[in-house]
Nanobody, 128 residues
Framework: QVQLVESGGGLVQAGGSLRLSCAASGRTFSSYVMGWFRQAPGKEREFVAHIKWRGSGTYYADSVKGRFTISRDNAKNTVYLQMNSLKPEDTAVYYC?????????????????????WGQGTQVTVSS
């Protein structure tokens, strides 16, 4: 099992930036893909981005492509989500997740059920 703790959320004006962090502890060697999801009030949880833990492959939802960047620091067991050009519709609770399934293609990791461990979430609010 992997323990995940997100941080970095907050209130920002439209057009601004935030950087989310996800610190992983525990059996991190078993985590293969790390992902970010978000959930707005009254909506289902949706995929944002994912990154291979041992490689550099990344994948983004169309709604954030070109604005968000996922990265990782293996020495710190931390995954980041740099969010630029934020929009009010980006307002949500953002969750970090870890999948222990051996890499099965980009599409597999866009589904929340493909992840084994989740953080508690961090609130991002973008004002217009």
């Amino acid at each position: 099992q992997v323990q995940l703790v997100e941080s970095g959320g907050g209130l920002v004006q439209a057009g601004g930036s935030l950087r989310l962090s996800c610190a992983a502890s525990g059996r991190t060697f078993s985590s293969y893909v790390m992902g970010w999801f978000r959930q707005a009030p009254g909506k289902e949880r949706e995929f944002v981005a994912h990154i291979k833990w041992r490689g550099s492959g990344t994948y983004y939802a169309d709604s954030v492509k070109g604005r968000f960047t996922i990265s990782r620091d293996n020495a710190k067991n931390t995954v980041y989500l740099q969010m630029n050009s934020l929009k009010p519709e980006d307002t949500a609770v953002y969750y970090c997740a870890a999948s222990r399934t051996l890499y099965s293609g980009s599409s597999y990791y866009t589904v929340s059920g493909s992840y084994d461990d989740w953080g508690q979430g961090t609130q991002v609010t973008v004002s217009s």
